[in-house]
Nanobody, 127 residues
Framework: QLQLMESGGGSVQSGGSLTLSCLAS????????WGWFRQAPGKEREAVAA???????SYADSVKGRFTISQDNFKTAVYLKMNNLRPEDTGMYYC?????????????????????WGQGTQVTVSS
């Protein structure tokens, strides 16, 4: 079973930057849709960004222009570069993969679209 492991979380002040990494336990040998989600205490999990099978990227409105999703050349890792962090970005960040050759498309923000999830990495932004 594929395992995903996130890292790179931490505590930063408002305006700071962090880069999250998501490593897969095996090479998935294909172009799959990857997503980053976050969940703040007492709130539902929300989609942050996605990298689709064709290389297109999608972002939540709240992070556009500040976050960037990318992938390594071997397709075993996905990254989330977060700049100009705000207190409202605080939460547990999860990566997820949809191991299907079909694209996520406009449904990229739906958690049920993804089959595999990591355990999460905590991001805390103080004002």
């Amino acid at each position: 079973q594929l395992q995903l492991m996130e890292s790179g979380g931490g505590s930063v002040q408002s305006g700071g930057s962090l880069t999250l990494s998501c490593l897969a336990s095996e090479n998935t040998y294909g172009n799959y849709c990857w997503g980053w989600f976050r969940q703040a205490p007492g709130k539902e999990r929300e989609a942050v960004a996605a990298l689709d099978t064709d290389g297109s990227r999608s972002y939540a409105d709240s992070v556009k222009g500040r976050f960037t999703i990318s992938q390594d050349n071997f397709k075993t890792a996905v990254y989330l570069k977060m700049n100009n962090l705000r207190p409202e970005d605080t939460g547990m960040y999860y990566c997820a993969q949809r191991r299907r050759f079909s694209s996520c498309g406009s449904r990229w923000a739906l958690p049920e679209l993804y089959m595999d999830w990591g355990q999460g990495t905590q991001v805390t932004v103080s004002s």
